[in-house]
């Protein structure tokens, strides 16, 4: 069965300063992994993805993620906070051998980030 | 925008009632994934559809089944609603696996509010 861990209900980061969400997975083989946000009565948008390749992957509104294998961990990170960044982020995993059931994204329980002026 | 539509945007029914909650995803997409979103039980995925043809079942109840059509919109229908079936139920799609991409594009999701 695949897993996802977001350790932090919720991170404060004042606007300016770096941010990072912390994420672990696992999966039985090798994962694809991806990073969503959530604003307040929305639809989930899509902001990154890890497949294969370059461990540091770069997505929309700055954002960026580094996939660490080791660790299995997909940390979002942004080197500057935006006041506007403030929302519910989720990690999500899928097993590249994916099926039999375990065909869906499996998704952390979401973390709040709040951005303080 | 995603390009993946839902209706109704909100759904207010009684217990033991049936509902259908319809989905078109993104032009190009043949996949189609249900998702339900609730307070206790996070995001968890419910069913997998891919062409018409069912793919993949997830934490889905058997009072609850999906259908996909020729035309690629998908249904989703819950059937003897309990209180407990309150929540968001998002569609999601995604383009075909020969295309590279794998992420899954969120539609606005449909708020069914059981009393």
């Known amino acids: 069965a695949q897993s996802v861990a977001q350790p932090e209900d919720q991170v404060n980061v004042a606007e300016g300063n770096p941010l990072t969400v912390k994420c672990t997975y696992s999966v039985s083989g090798n994962p694809y992994l991806f990073w969503y946000v959530q604003y307040p009565n929305r639809g989930l948008q899509f902001l990154l993805k890890?497949?294969?390749?370059?461990?540091l992957v770069k997505g929309s509104y700055g954002f960026e993620a580094e996939f660490n294998k080791s660790q299995t961990s997909f940390h979002l990170k942004k080197p500057s906070a935006l006041v506007s960044d403030s929302a519910l982020y989720f990690c999500?995993?899928?097993?590249?051998?994916?099926?039999?059931?375990?065909?869906?994204?499996?998704f952390g329980k979401g973390t709040h980030l709040i951005i303080q002026p | 925008d995603s390009g993946v539509t839902q209706t109704p945007k909100h759904l207010i029914t009684a217990t033991g009632q049936r509902v259908t909650l319809r989905c078109s995803p993104r032009s190009g997409d043949l996949s189609v994934y249900w998702y339900q979103q609730s307070l206790d039980q996070g995001l968890q995925f419910l069913i997998h559809y891919y062409n018409g043809e069912e793919r993949a079942k997830g934490n889905i109840l058997e009072r609850f089944s999906a259908q996909q059509f020729p035309d690629l919109h998908s249904e989703l229908n819950l059937s003897s609603l309990e209180l407990g079936d309150s929540a968001l139920y998002f569609c999601a799609s995604s383009a075909p696996p020969t295309s590279g991409s794998r992420e899954q594009y969120f539609g606005p999701g449909t708020r069914l509010t059981v009393t």
């Open positions: 890890y497949i294969t390749g370059d461990n």
């Open positions: 999500a995993v899928r097993d590249i051998r994916s099926g039999g059931g375990a065909d869906g994204l499996t």
